[in-house]
C-alpha cells in the first residue's frame, strides 16, 4: 500500500486545488505585486502566470540589484488562481480577484539542493492569501504527518503486525477528520471569497456533501454572478439531484441495435443503473452475482439497466453474450466521456444507482452482499 492509497485525500489535496478555476470574464481589474527574493540574481525575471497547462505568461518584471520586483497588471474581474514564476525556480501561487496589492517575500527556489529544504514564501495584502495561508498551514502538518504514518505503516506491514498497522490507520483517520473539520470552520468566515472556493478542494462530496451545499446555496444568494463559482454551483446542482431521495435524471442511450431506450421507460420497477465496461476488471468479477439476483428477483418487479462506458461496439457486445447479461444495455461508446456518466458524476466503475418504482435513488454502490441485502428487503 503507497502512500496515496492510504494518505491519499491528504496528500492529493493540492493537486486539484491549483487546477479548479477558470480564468474567464470580462471586465479587467488591476493589481500590483511588489516582491523580494531572499535567493536570486538581479536581472533574473518574475513572471506572472496563469494556472493551467500550458502555462501563460501574463506579465513580467525583471529583479533589480536589491533583488526586488513589481508587476502592475490586470486580470479579469473575479480573477482565479495564478502564478508568479521567479526565474524558474520557484512557483508562488496567488488566489486574485482584482484590485490587490500584494507584497510577496519569496525564497525563490522550490528545494535547496543542499540542505532539502523546501522554499517557502509569504503573501500579504488580502484575505484570500490569509486564509489560503491558514489551509496550507494546515495541510503541510498533516502531510508530514503522514509522510511519517506511511513509513510505520510499511514497517508494520513488513512485520505483518496487524495491530500497528491498526493502530496507524486510525491516526490517519482521525487526523483527516480533525484536518476536515478545521476546513469547514473556515468556510463561514471565508464567505463567498476565492479561499472558500480553494477550500472546497479539501473536501469530500461523498462525506461533506452538506457543507459543500450550503456554500453552493450561498454563492447563489450572495455572489450569483462571481465568474469562478459558476461551475461550483453547476457541479454541486448536479450532485444534488443525486442524492438519495431525487429523482434520477433520465439517461436515453442506444442500445446494442441502435435503439434508443430511455432509463424512464422502465418506470414501475426497481432498476439497478449499472455503470461499467468490458475492460472493467471488478465489474466483470460482480457480474456473476448481478446475474444471479436478476434471475432471483427478474419476475418481481426488478430489472437492470447497464450503461457501458466501451470505446468499441464488439467488445462491449461480446463482453454482454459472454457474460450472459440478458438485461437492457445502452452505450455511447465515448469511454470516460460518456454522457450518462458525465451526467451522473462517474469517476470510476462500477458504479451503481438503485431506484424505485417511481425513479427515485434509493441506494447507491451497492454490490456483492450489500446489494443481495437491499434488494431482498425491498422485494420480499
Not at 520557484?90 to 507584497?103: D, M
Request: charged residues 25%; hydrophobic residues 40%.
Amino acid at each position: 500500500m503507497n502512500v496515496k492509497q492510504l494518505f491519499g485525500i491528504l496528500l492529493s489535496a493540492f493537486v486539484p486545488a491549483v487546477t479548479a478555476m477558470a480564468q474567464t470574464a470580462p471586465v479587467q481589474k488591476e493589481i500590483n505585486l511588489i516582491g523580494k527574493v531572499r535567493s536570486a540574481s538581479p536581472g533574473n525575471m518574475v513572471y506572472l502566470e496563469t494556472n493551467g497547462q500550458p502555462a501563460l505568461r501574463l506579465d513580467s518584471a525583471r529583479l533589480d540589484r536589491n533583488n526586488q520586483f513589481t508587476i502592475k497588471s490586470r486580470i479579469p474581474d473575479g480573477g482565479g488562481v495564478y502564478l508568479v514564476n521567479i526565474a524558474g525556480g520557484q512557483k508562488v501561487v496567488l488566489l486574485l480577484e482584482g484590485g490587490e496589492t500584494l507584497n510577496i517575500t519569496a525564497d525563490g527556489f522550490q528545494t535547496d539542493l543542499k540542505t532539502g529544504k523546501k522554499g517557502q514564501a509569504v503573501v500579504t495584502g488580502s484575505k484570500n492569501m490569509e486564509y489560503y495561508g491558514k489551509l496550507m498551514g494546515m495541510y503541510e502538518d498533516i502531510r508530514a504527518k503522514s509522510t511519517a504514518w506511511q513509513s510505520q505503516y510499511n514497517d508494520a506491514a513488513a512485520k505483518r503486525d496487524q495491530k500497528k498497522m491498526d493502530a496507524i490507520m486510525a491516526q490517519s483517520d482521525g487526523a483527516s477528520k480533525e484536518f476536515t473539520d478545521k476546513v469547514k470552520a473556515l468556510l463561514p468566515e471565508m464567505g463567498t471569497s476565492l479561499a472558500a472556493l480553494f477550500a472546497t478542494n479539501f473536501l469530500s462530496v461523498d462525506t461533506d456533501f452538506p457543507t459543500l451545499d450550503n456554500l453552493a446555496r450561498r454563492f447563489e444568494t450572495e455572489n450569483p454572478n462571481s465568474p469562478q463559482a459558476k461551475g461550483f454551483i453547476g457541479n454541486i446542482a448536479r450532485i444534488r439531484g443525486l442524492m438519495t431521495g431525487s429523482v434520477a435524471p433520465d439517461i436515453a442511450l442506444n442500445d446494442t441495435t441502435g435503439k434508443a431506450v430511455p432509463l424512464s421507460s422502465l418506470r414501475g420497477k426497481y432498476v439497478l443503473v449499472d455503470f461499467w465496461a468490458s475492460w472493467c476488471g471488478p465489474c466483470r468479477m460482480e457480474n456473476p452475482n448481478v446475474v444471479r439476483l436478476y434471475n432471483k428477483y427478474k419476475d418481481k418487479d426488478f430489472t437492470i439497466y447497464s450503461v457501458s462506458l466501451d470505446q468499441s461496439r464488439e467488445n462491449w457486445v461480446k463482453a454482454i453474450r459472454n457474460d450472459n447479461l440478458t438485461w437492457t444495455h445502452v452505450s455511447d461508446l465515448r469511454y470516460w466521456q460518456s454522457a450518462a456518466a458525465q451526467q451522473y458524476g462517474v469517476t470510476g466503475i462500477p458504479k451503481t444507482f438503485l431506484l424505485d418504482k417511481e425513479g427515485k435513488i434509493i441506494a447507491k454502490d451497492l454490490r456483492g452482499p450489500a446489494l443481495e441485502q437491499k434488494l431482498e428487503e425491498i422485494l420480499k
